[in-house]
């Protein structure tokens, strides 16, 4: 499984971007993917994640933390293959190395990073205030 993260940036705090996983060599509804984000000097932390075809949890199968709910959205473009992470009203405690991860399984919240094989490259998010 290769994914491919990509769509961050500089933005101004309330400005909005959109993250993108594409997956390659395999469709990514077959897997639950997660957003992760790590800001220097913390633990890398779970953000999102939309769960897949293995996906067998009761309830909703997608999942926010609470810092971003209401805010970020996760969505799959199935016929691009991809997952997208859109990102509103953005925080300068936003600001963080993001990356997208995907597990063939249910992983729980609040998402340990543990539960996800495969992972794809960062892409920076600044949000300046």
């Known amino acids: 499984v290769q994914l491919q993260t990509s769509g961050g940036g500089l933005v101004q705090a309330g400005g909005s971007l959109r993250l993108s996983c594409a997956g390659s060599?395999?469709?990514?509804?077959?897997?639950?993917i997660g957003w992760f984000r790590q800001a220097p000097g913390k633990e890398r932390e779970g953000v999102s994640y939309?769960?897949?075809?293995?996906?067998?949890?009761?309830?909703?199968?997608?999942y926010y933390a609470d810092s971003v709910k209401g805010r970020f959205t996760i969505s799959r473009d199935i016929a691009k293959n991809t997952v997208i992470l859109q990102m509103n009203g953005l925080k300068p405690e936003d600001t963080a190395v993001y990356y997208c991860?995907?597990?063939?399984?249910?992983?729980?919240?609040?998402?340990?990073?543990?539960?996800?094989?495969?992972w794809g490259q960062g892409t920076l998010v600044t949000v300046s205030s």
């Open positions: 991860a995907a597990s063939p399984g249910t992983p729980s919240p609040p998402m340990s990073p543990d539960e996800f094989d495969y």
């Open positions: 939309i769960g897949g075809s293995g996906f067998s949890a009761s309830g909703s199968n997608t």
């Open positions: 060599r395999v469709r990514l509804e077959y897997y639950t």
